[in-house]
């Protein structure tokens, strides 16, 4: 299930893609516009910051604007910089990979092969960027 912390995370970066103000947004501004409680935002956003998908300005004319190109920011990126692996089983992670503990033998784990083949054709869909989901 999708956590709430990387649906906030989305919600505020598509905000900040289809926002026609100028930008930069306060953190307060989106999350009013996107209902989203205003310090978990501010500790997502810092998450964002932190890896340099937002970069944030001080003072009145301060808020958060993206620190790299949207169309370079895929959902799956953002998916694993809050919540960590994809997918939904610990053996077929590709990029944090364990050995499941329960498993006789991979290779012939029925359970295994269900997931990666989900997570092969689920990955495809969320590598597409932030930018993809604007609604202009």
């Avoid at 937002?54 to 009145?60: A, F, L, N």
């Avoid at 990029?95 to 990955?123: A, G, V």
Wanted: hydrophobic letters at 40%; a positive charge; one cysteine or more.
């Amino acid at each position: 299930m999708l956590s709430r912390r990387v649906k906030y995370a989305l919600k505020a970066l598509v905000y900040l893609y289809n926002t026609k103000e100028a930008i930069p947004v306060s953190a307060k501004k989106i999350a009013e516009a996107e209902r989203i409680p205003y310090k978990f935002l501010e500790a997502i956003l810092n998450d964002l910051k932190l890896n340099k998908i937002v970069k944030s300005q001080r003072g009145p004319q301060g808020g958060y604007s993206f620190a790299k190109d949207p169309n370079d920011i895929s959902v799956a990126s953002i998916m694993r910089i809050i919540d960590g692996p994809i997918a939904l089983t610990s053996c077929t992670s590709e990029n944090f990979y364990e050995k499941c503990d329960t498993c006789i033998d991979e290779e012939t784990c029925h359970i295994r092969k269900l997931f990666l083949e989900l997570r092969i054709k689920m990955i495809p869909i969320l590598e597409k960027s932030i930018a993809s989901f604007s609604s202009t």
